[in-house]
T-cell receptor, first 113, second 115 residues
Framework: AAGVIQSPRHLIKEKRETATLKCYPI?????VYWYQQGPGQDPQFLISFYEKMQSDKGSIPDRFSAQQFSDYHSELNMSSLELGDSALYFC????????????FGPGTRLTVT | AQKVTQAQTEISVVEKEDVTLDCVYE???????LFWYKQPPSGELVFLIRRNSFDEQNEISGRYSWNFQKSTSSFNFTITASQVVDSAVYFC????????????FGQGTRLTINP
């Protein structure tokens, strides 16, 4: 069965650079979530989209933005990167009317130097 | 607000011992969902179980079992006859039934199984 795809898997950027993380949800899933997991921490919710509209927002910095496109893939754009942005970024998808299980992608490990 | 607490930061046991990971949650939702995820050193989040708030039946899957007690707001996870491959960080998580249903995670328990 198809899973959630995230690209790239690893990304190294310098301070003040920009980064774009991509997420391709499971086919027919209508909801996408982004989570950030810092070293030694639990995943923290950033933002979610349902049917291409933002549905909820967590502790996402103003330097970050995200959107969901017509083909349901989502992109997380991160600008003016800081050392503290180094983390594992997970994307998850679900079907809103389904079993409430979020299917996680493998994550993108972002390192800011 | 929703909150999940995993009081055990780290647990270390010898292989073949049984081990229980505790999870306590807080929510005002009458309908909610509880989850356990495993995160091995490779970093991916592996789904283990989902439990609905209206289904208090305990569940057993091989060496894994889960004890959901609504009266004490707990959803504990037991590994029987632990194996070295069980070594990982385990997260308990909670989502509500309204809106975007984002997951709120506990702090995680790092489980080390020693040979």
């Amino acid at each position: 069965a198809a899973g959630v795809i995230q690209s790239p898997r690893h990304l190294i950027k310098e301070k003040r650079e920009t980064a774009t993380l991509k997420c391709y949800p499971i086919p027919r899933h209508d909801t996408v979530y982004w989570y950030q997991q810092g070293p030694g921490q639990d995943p923290q919710f950033l933002i979610s989209f349902y049917e291409k509209m933002q549905s909820d927002k967590g502790s996402i910095p103003d330097r970050f933005s995200a959107q969901q496109f017509s083909d349901y893939h989502s992109e997380l754009n991160m600008s003016s990167l800081e050392l503290g942005d180094s983390a594992l970024y997970f994307c998850a998808s679900t079907l809103r009317t389904g079993n409430h299980e979020q299917y996680f992608g493998p994550g993108t490990r972002l390192t800011v130097t | 607000a929703q909150k999940v607490t995993q009081a055990q930061t780290e647990i270390s046991v010898v292989e073949k011992e049984d081990v229980t990971l505790d999870c306590v949650y807080e929510t005002r939702d009458t309908t909610y969902y509880l989850f356990w995820y495993k995160q091995p050193p490779s970093g991916e989040l592996v789904f283990l179980i989902r439990r609905n708030s209206f289904d208090e039946q305990n569940e057993i899957s091989g060496r894994y079992s889960w004890n959901f007690q609504k009266s004490t707001s707990s959803f504990n996870f037991t590994i029987t006859a632990s194996q070295v491959v069980d070594s990982a960080v385990y997260f308990c998580a909670l989502s509500g039934n309204q809106g975007a249903q984002k997951l709120v995670f506990g702090q995680g328990t790092r489980l080390t199984i020693n040979p």
